[in-house]
């Protein structure tokens, strides 16, 4: 089987930065994925890791390590609008297994 | 291109109804999911499908029925609705590389069992 574990919430302000994690217990595991859902949304793509290290896009970024069965997703000059739910998914070659989501609030 | 679409939006069922969700996309991919979204729950598979003509169980399958006759086409059956399939339905594809591990999601189809 496999599982995920998140915060259920984040709060921060403003042009800061924000690290929300991620753990795994999964039986098979072909990489981490990260979605972005607003209220009333659907689940958006943001970034994927197959091998450990750092993948960059913009303003966010997202980190594996293999070893620990561990990431997470860091998130830069934050913005009103990254208020939303994050998701992390572990893909087994067919399926995708997401977390439960993390809730963050932007406040001004 | 409208990529994924899900019909109907909203949908409200008294309990032992029956009724079809529609998923069809225009993006020519192999993989088809079906998931339902509870608060705090995140995103539960219930089933999907590889190609045309298949379907496989996923996490929480019991009470619905899927089939793919068509590779555009993706149908989610509740044969008797209950009052805990209340839900928002989502469906996703996914294609092959490099999008392989992307997945595709349609707007969502909120569904209420009275």
């Known amino acids: 089987g496999q599982s995920l574990e998140q915060p259920s919430e984040v709060t921060a302000v403003e042009g800061a930065i924000v690290q929300i994690n991620c753990t795994y217990q999964?039986?098979?595991?072909?990489?981490l994925s990260w979605y972005q859902q607003h209220d009333g949304g659907a689940p958006t793509f943001l970034s994927y890791?197959?091998?450990?290290g750092l993948e960059e896009t913009g303003r966010f970024s997202s980190f594996l390590s293999r070893s620990d069965s561990y990431g997470y997703l860091l998130l830069q000059e934050l913005q009103m609008k990254d208020s939303a739910s994050y998701f992390c998914a572990v893909g087994d070659g067919q399926n995708f297994v997401f977390g439960p989501g993390t809730r963050l609030s932007v406040l001004p | 291109n409208a990529g994924v679409t899900q019909t109907p939006k909203f949908r409200v069922l008294k309990t032992g109804q029956s009724m079809t969700l529609l998923c069809a996309q225009d993006?020519?991919?192999?993989?088809m999911y079906w998931y339902r979204q509870d608060p705090g729950m995140g995103l539960r598979l219930i089933h999907y499908?590889?190609?045309?003509?298949?379907?496989a169980k996923g996490e929480v399958p019991d009470g619905y029925n899927v089939s793919r006759l068509k590779k555009q086409n993706f149908l989610l059956g509740l044969e008797s609705a209950a009052p805990s399939q209340t839900s928002v339905y989502f469906c996703?594809?996914?294609?092959?590389?490099?999008?392989?591990?992307?997945?595709?999601f349609g707007a969502g189809s909120r569904l209420t069992v009275l």
């Open positions: 890791n197959a091998l450990d």
């Open positions: 999964t039986s098979g595991f072909y990489g």
């Open positions: 499908s590889v190609g045309e003509g298949t379907t």
């Open positions: 993006m020519n991919h192999e993989y």
């Open positions: 996703a594809t996914r294609g092959v590389p490099p999008g392989a591990n992307v997945l595709t």
